[in-house]
């Protein structure tokens, strides 16, 4: 490896390790972290100065010498992460250091096909950038999640179960030509793992399994600190996992999968079939009761009602179950569940944790913790946002 490479590996390492330290870090710790030389972080650190890709802060000290910390310049400019979900899309709008500038959420119909819905996501973002007084030249990259395995290379995804009409559709091309800046695409939940281990409830894990739980459920896997997609980018398909070989038809054309268990879908469909059984809930009062989504149901669940306590129970069990068999096999130290549905907290959590530890090795049982999305609807959006920056201030290190 040539002189000139083994710089710009050490100026990312550098940058990466600045921009996912809390509060910043001080040339030395980076040094020590990074075992480079005093002289070698000098150096890149002074050409990241020049190049005002870093900042220099004092911390205020109980006494003796004001430390200096380094730290991303927020300064320096604007990138865009994008969650396209199959119902609602979230955009989220940062500066350099991953603060969130502002957001905005809108419905969209995943099953109205690539060019409705990427037409309706361009919309949201020129409407976003309008509100502060910005425009899509200000924008220097754009992630992009989407619910469905991708083939981050090419930039599209392969046969996705929940977005009929996608396959093979050129997503990241269409954008960076509507956009005109670099974009970004990547599994929806593989970006709920990165965000939540850059600025959520997993900083610090090398581990971790994110479960994202909306309209389909699915996992994004971080095994060794890195981002695991297997050999055709579909790892982390658990809403596949079957959970029992005779139930409801699933949209990949199985029976029993996890999502038609437990994803956004089969919830709703639960709270139909619990309405026309002659079962007492508020939820009967929407009509059609077939417009009922998994959003009213948590939101009644959250209310008190006790039939839609009780699908979010069931469905945090069939979860619980699947996810048991996650951990024996990945062995994580941590597994966060997020999306829409995990926004009602303990009463999808508590049957999660209880299947999990009744279902899975004590060894492994033992080492995990299950949590709730510390970013909550933003970590998939957050992750897109750690995806964009990369390709911007790594290639700023490097011009």
């Not at 809390?22 to 980076?30: A, K, N, Q, T």
């Not at 502002?102 to 020129?126: M, S, Y």
């Not at 597994?335 to 508590?350: F, H, N, R, S, T």
Request: with cysteine; aromatic share 4%; net charge neutral.
């Amino acid at each position: 490896m040539g002189l000139y490479k083994v710089k710009n590996l050490n100026k990312h390492a550098i940058i990466d390790l600045i921009r996912f330290t809390p509060g910043g870090i001080s040339r030395v710790e980076l040094a020590r972290q990074l075992g480079l030389t005093r002289a070698a972080v000098t150096t890149i650190v002074n050409d990241l100065l020049e190049k005002n890709i870093i900042c220099e802060d004092e911390r205020k000290s109980a006494g003796g010498r004001t430390p200096i910390v380094l730290e991303i310049n927020p300064k320096r400019g604007r990138v865009v992460g994008v969650d396209i979900g199959a119902t609602h899309a979230n955009i989220i709008l940062a500066d350099y250091s991953a603060r969130v500038i502002r957001d905005h959420e809108f419905p969209l119909r995943i099953g109205d096909g690539p060019e409705a819905c990427l037409q309706k996501v361009d919309e949201g973002l020129r409407e976003l950038l309008a509100k502060e007084g910005l425009q899509l030249s200000d924008v220097s990259a754009v992630g992009v999640g989407v619910p469905g395995p991708v083939v981050v290379e090419v930039g599209l995804v392969s046969a996705p179960p929940i977005m009929p009409g996608w396959d093979n559709f050129p997503i990241r091309d269409r954008l960076e030509a509507m956009w005109g800046c670099p974009v970004t695409l990547n599994n929806d939940a593989e970006l709920g793992a990165l965000g939540e281990w850059a600025y959520g409830a997993a900083r610090g894990e090398s581990n971790i399994a994110y479960i994202k739980v909306g309209t389909g459920v699915g996992a994004g896997l971080l095994l060794g600190g890195q981002i695991y997609r297997g050999s055709t980018g579909s790892a982390g398909e658990i809403g596949h996992f079957t959970i029992d070989e005779n139930g409801p038809r699933c949209s990949c054309g199985n029976r029993g999968c996890l999502e038609a268990m437990a994803g956004g879908y089969a919830i709703s469909a639960r709270a139909v079939q619990q309405i026309k059984a002659g079962h007492r809930t508020v939820l009967a009062e929407i009509d059609p009761i077939t417009a009922i989504t998994a959003r009213d149901v948590i939101s009644a669940a959250r209310r008190g009602d006790l039939v839609a306590q009780h699908i979010v129970i069931d469905g945090g069990r069939h979860l619980g179950t699947a996810i048991a068999s996650l951990v024996n096999l990945i062995n994580p130290s941590m597994v966060i569940v997020g999306g829409g549905v995990a926004q009602i907290g303990d009463l999808l959590l508590e049957p999660i944790r209880q299947s999990v530890k009744a279902r899975s090795l004590r060894v492994s049982s033992s080492a995990v913790r299950v949590t709730e999305a510390l970013l909550g609807r933003r970590s998939s959006g957050m992750g897109a946002v750690v995806q964009a920056l990369t390709i911007v201030l790594h290639e700023l290190a490097e011009a």
